[in-house]
């Protein structure tokens, strides 16, 4: 079974839409084999990044320690839902209190 899970990067913690492509590289390395990224949308307040994969969980762990390490974790929201679902559970931050959702 897979699953889409979804790093939302609020707009002002990257410099600028570059800086995508850039943490794009370092994610695809941190997930090696075990996800593949599915791509992204841009819109004024925030960038969605997409990956499939069949360890949701897992796979956040890897990229958090990429995100951990570039000080950008405090800029970012993470959930999850089956492929073509429209149910999210979200992951990121641990206690959010807002719904999260897609553009």
Not at 11 to 17: M, T
Not at 66 to 95: I, K, N
Request: charged share 30%; proline share 4%; aromatic share 8%.
């Amino acid at each position: 079974m897979d699953y889409q899970l979804v790093i939302k990067f609020r707009r002002k913690s990257l410099a600028d839409d570059d800086a995508v492509a850039a943490i794009q590289d370092e994610l695809r390395q941190a997930l090696g084999d075990s996800a593949a990224l599915d791509g992204y949308d841009l819109d004024a307040r925030e960038i969605n990044l997409f990956v499939v994969t069949p360890d949701p969980k897992h796979s956040f762990r890897r990229l958090k320690a990429v995100l951990e390490g570039r000080d950008m974790l405090q800029g970012v929201s993470a959930a999850f839902r089956l492929v073509g679902g429209a149910q999210f559970t979200s992951l990121w931050p641990l206690r959010t209190t807002r719904k999260f959702r897609l553009p």
